[in-house]
């Protein structure tokens, strides 16, 4: 049983930073890409990043490139989400995932396979 556990969120101010935490179960960072979601209010949930079980390669979604790091400590079976120059529209619940993505357009709700609980961040004067 896949099990991610995200910690990390909270409030902050537009321009400051915030990084996530996402502590996965077993050997799932052998078998899937682990990646970020997220759901602003009113909005469907967005994929915007995740990391290669393979070689450890990273994706990003436009919106979020340049200002957000996803990296991974395998010894530590955890995955992390650097978040930089936050804006008010990066409010909402993140989600950590694993799934089988291939590119960012196949990183969808229907694709990702675990969830995790959800973390808010906040980003508010």
């Known amino acids: 049983q896949v099990q991610l556990v995200e910690s990390g969120g909270g409030l902050v101010q537009p321009g400051g930073s915030l990084r996530l935490s996402c502590a996965v179960s077993?050997?799932?960072?052998?078998?899937?890409?682990v990646g970020w979601f997220r759901q602003a209010p009113g909005k469907e949930r967005e994929g915007f990043s995740y990391?290669?079980?393979?070689?450890?390669?990273?994706r990003y979604a436009d919106s979020v490139k340049g200002r957000f790091t996803i990296s991974r400590d395998n010894a530590k079976s955890t995955v992390y989400l650097q978040m930089d120059s936050l804006k008010p529209e990066d409010t909402g619940i993140y989600y950590c995932?694993?799934?089988?993505?291939?590119?960012?357009?196949?990183?969808?709700?229907?694709?990702?396979?675990?969830w995790g609980q959800g973390t808010q961040v906040t980003v508010s004067s």
């Open positions: 077993g050997n799932t960072l052998d078998y899937y890409n």
């Open positions: 990391i290669e079980s393979f070689d450890g390669s990273t």
């Open positions: 995932t694993a799934g089988r993505y291939t590119t960012m357009a196949s990183m969808s709700a229907a694709t990702a396979r675990y």
